[in-house]
């Protein structure tokens, strides 16, 4: 069943290499038109910042085969309630660590030597798209088990585009902390279009909001 394959599997090859191009996409166009020295203050930052993402990354791999177990019995109001349950576990244990790090933040940045605390603000500024990214809790998984995993592509690859062209647009202009905003924009991008797809296509309610206004 090649064609049924090849129309499941291509969708996940785009989202997983628009997943590098926005994990990566900041460092080359800072090394692009900056020092060697801005580069590795701002990996430094950025990778210490993005460890609030392994949370999103661990709580969708370990309720996507759940997601797609409710919906093919087509028990929607269990899948309503696990989807509210995956969206409070992705935020607010992403939070907790968002705020860890911001406390932490220069010390830690300070072991990779005394200049590297100059990186702080971008960490401020990368915290805004990756909480926007929790506060919509494991989207991506919960399109791709329920079959949208074509839209879900769709908006991943727009939203790559989108960084790397605002990447080129605020660098030359701001800098690090252009490359921070361009980052965090496109982040916060992909969490909007992922809760309008997951709204209308499959109407659930995926934001913490939502969550919190049902308690």
């Not at 990996?43 to 990354?57: D, E, I, P, Q």
Request: some cysteine.
């Amino acid at each position: 069943a090649f064609a049924a394959w090849l129309e499941v599997s291509l969708p996940l090859l785009v989202i997983g290499a628009c997943e590098i191009v926005l994990q990566n996409a900041d460092i080359l166009v800072i090394s692009r038109f900056m020092t060697p020295t801005d580069v590795a203050i701002y990996f430094a930052a950025a990778k210490t910042m993005s460890l609030v993402m392994f949370v999103h990354y661990a709580v969708g791999s370990a309720v996507a085969n759940r997601f797609a177990a409710l919906h093919a019995r087509g028990d929607k109001e269990s899948l309503a309630s696990f989807v509210r349950d995956a969206v409070n576990w992705t935020f607010w244990p992403s939070l907790a660590t968002a705020i860890g790090l911001l406390l932490l933040g220069k010390p830690l940045l300070w072991l990779f030597g005394p200049q590297f605390a100059d990186g702080y603000p971008v960490m401020l500024v990368l915290v805004v798209g990756f909480l926007m990214r929790a506060s919509m809790g494991p989207s991506e998984f919960l399109l791709n088990m329920m079959g949208e995993q074509q839209l879900c592509a769709a908006v991943l690859a727009v939203t790559a585009l989108l960084n790397v062209a605002l990447l080129f647009a605020l660098v030359p202009t701001f800098g690090l902390l252009g490359a921070a905003a361009a980052t965090s924009v496109s982040l916060t991008t992909a969490a909007i279009l992922n809760y309008l797809v997951a709204r209308r296509r499959l109407e659930l309610e995926i934001s913490i909001w939502s969550s919190l206004v049902r308690r």
